[in-house]
């Protein structure tokens, strides 16, 4: 069954040059439960394509559904409910919050989609000993290795047990040894059930995916 269905889908964007074509006509799908790695050169639209499979952009022409519902032209209001309820976000930069202990940024999206207090730190703490960080709950980020602070927003992008799990360049500002224990994560979120799509220019981290697509110049071209 599909999660995920773009259907000759654009993105346009207008400057000063003239128009830009992010995305031009792309056709594809994903099934419930794969590890999908989208792979293409820095501009090719590799980000440009997960803000719509995110739903943080619509597209110019085209039709997106996720989860049977069509996400081409919603507005905002809903957009921000199906990514609280269906979609975990893991970035390259780890958006933690300095201030914040490991579990207190794991715990504030929870506090936004309305858990109480006691199930908001029931999931946190359970999300960090999912990614292996239970001796690192109170250390803020920068008492954090890289390796650490991306496991951190792992765990917060999976405590509430969403079904689709959006990584963009995971591993790009880690070590070999770091990026490898990210990847070995991924690899359980995926086979515990997740749907896992893999935005990367890295085709040794592309090849550890079920299926690859490639986009260059906007275009899925595999």
């Known amino acids: 069954m599909e999660l995920i269905s773009l259907r000759h889908v654009s993105k346009r964007y207008r400057t000063e040059a003239g128009e ?21 050169r820095s501009g090719s ?5 997960m803000n719509i499979l995110g739903c943080l952009d619509i597209p ?9 519902r069509n996400m081409s ?12 309820r269906q979609i975990g976000f893991v970035f390259q930069g780890f ?4 201030s914040l202990t490991a579990l207190e940024n794991v715990e504030l999206p929870l506090l936004y989609r309305g858990f109480s207090r006691e199930e908001r730190r029931v999931r946190a703490t359970e999300s960090l000993l999912r990614v292996g960080l239970s001796q690192r709950m109170t250390h803020r980020p920068s008492e954090l290795s890289g390796g650490q602070q991306q496991r951190v927003a792992i765990a917060r ?12 360049e995971p591993t790009g500002n880690l070590d070999s040894t770091s990026g490898d224990e990210v990847m070995d994560i991924l690899h359980t979120l995926h086979s ?27 275009r899925v071209i595999v």
Request: some cysteine; overall charge negative.
């Open 20 to 40: 830009v074509r992010a995305l031009d006509d792309v056709t594809l799908s994903v099934k419930r439960g794969e590890f999908v790695a989208v792979i293409g």
């Open 45 to 49: 639209g590799k980000s440009t394509l």
């Open 60 to 68: 110019s022409s085209g039709q997106y559904h996720l989860a049977g």
């Open 73 to 84: 032209h919603c507005a905002e209001s809903l957009r921000a409910q199906v990514r609280g």
């Open 95 to 98: 958006h933690l919050i300095p």
């Open 157 to 168: 992008a999976i405590a509430a047990t969403p079904p689709l799990v959006l990584t963009d």
């Open 192 to 218: 515990e059930g997740k749907t896992v799509v893999l935005i990367t220019h890295d085709r040794a981290i592309a090849d550890t995916a079920e299926r690859q697509i490639c986009i260059q110049d906007g």
